[in-house]
């Protein structure tokens, strides 16, 4: 049976908000723009979303998957050196080699969120990074023993996150950086093994001090 005219209004309201609030922002992006893509009437975000700001959470709920839902490649009883390897490489290939489509749209709301927040984001933090940071922070205390102090554990997830993220966050600076540096997607695997070295290093040298 074919879906009805609301239905289908309300999942193209959906698709072209995330095109417009990756392109333009929660702020710049208006209702208009978000109809005009989706060939629907103006008074139909509030109909189907209650607002525009139901929109952009309803947007939020569906590309950054539920905490609880979240699935995880992790493997417990895998050395924590090799879960860590396993982390970073989801996190990298996700990012760095699936910019399609929502995939793209999803890492460009990141990213705008992080540079001006919305009060959205608690969904974003909730949804997207709470259980990354809880599965990075137990690979870490298993590396750094379990009397590791919280600072040092919150330092240590701080560096690896910034360390994949980071191509994420300036690749347009070191694009114009000279000599130029590689795009991380030319080369996944070689990115991944730097940042696990350069990390467990890092790691082991704060383990040698704790």
Not at 85 to 94: D, S, W
Not at 126 to 134: D, E, F, G, S, T
């Amino acid at each position: 049976m074919n879906e009805s005219p609301d239905v289908n209004t309300k999942t193209a309201l959906l698709l072209a908000a995330m095109e417009v609030f990756a392109d333009k922002g929660f702020d710049s992006a208006t209702v208009r723009d978000i109809c005009g893509l989706a060939k629907a009437n103006v008074a139909a975000v509030n109909y189907h979303y209650g607002s525009k700001d139901g929109l952009y959470a309803a947007v939020l709920e569906a590309i950054f998957p539920m905490g609880e839902e979240w699935i995880s490649s992790d493997d417990p009883n895998l050395p924590p050196e090799e879960r860590l390897y396993r982390f970073i490489k989801g996190l990298v290939e996700e990012i760095y080699t699936q910019s399609t489509g929502q995939i793209a749209q999803k890492w460009a709301i990141f990213l705008r969120e992080m540079a001006k927040p919305s009060h959205n984001l608690d969904i974003l933090i909730r949804h997207q990074v709470q259980p990354r940071a809880n599965e990075l922070r137990d690979i870490l205390q298993k590396i750094l023993g379990p009397d590791v102090p919280d600072h040092t554990l919150a330092y240590c997830s701080s560096n690896i996150w910034a360390l994949t993220l980071d191509h994420l966050l300036t690749q347009p600076i070191l694009d114009r950086l000279t000599p130029q540096r590689p795009n991380v997607d030319m080369d996944v695997d070689e990115f991944v093994d730097h940042v696990v070295r350069f990390a467990l290093g890092g790691v082991n040298a704060v383990k040698s001090r704790v």
